[in-house]
């Protein structure tokens, strides 16, 4: 079992900044993706940063040269650096371990790009409760 809890969430004005932590514990293997999610009011889920096998990172488009993700040398807690915040990043965050092996990946993506890959379509297996950030106007 795969136990995720993300901290670090809250209340900002445009323009500002937050610092989301996720902590991993259970049976994970430390070398498989790890990512973060959100989903904003009236929105679907959204993939916004992973990491890949060798710690590449993976943005989304929406975040890119605004958040960081990183994550501790043990693979135990992984941040997610917010910069420049607007009020379109409001959401519940939800950070993500493991790959769901798909059919479609195994064949077609290369492994230095599946966690990228997966980020996208939300495989992944193992997921936390989330963590609110509110951006105001």
């Known amino acids: 079992q795969v136990h995720l809890a993300e901290s670090g969430g809250g209340s900002v004005q445009a323009g500002g900044f937050l610092r989301l932590s996720c902590d991993v514990s259970?049976?994970?293997?430390?070398?498989?993706?790890m990512g973060w999610f959100r989903q904003g009011p009236g929105k679907a889920r959204e993939g916004v940063a992973a990491?890949?096998?060798?710690?590449?990172?993976r943005y989304a488009d929406s975040v890119k040269g605004r958040f960081t993700i990183s994550r501790v040398g043990d693979k135990t807690r992984i941040y997610l650096e917010m910069y420049n915040l607007n009020p379109g990043d409001t959401g519940i965050y939800h950070c993500a371990q493991g790959l769901e092996q798909t059919e479609e990946m195994m064949r077609y993506i290369e492994p230095r790009d599946r966690c990228g890959w997966a980020l996208a379509r939300g495989h992944y297996t193992h997921w936390g409760r989330g963590t609110q950030v509110t951006v105001s106007a």
């Open positions: 990491l890949e096998h060798d710690g590449s990172p």
């Open positions: 259970g049976n994970f293997d430390p070398m498989d993706c």
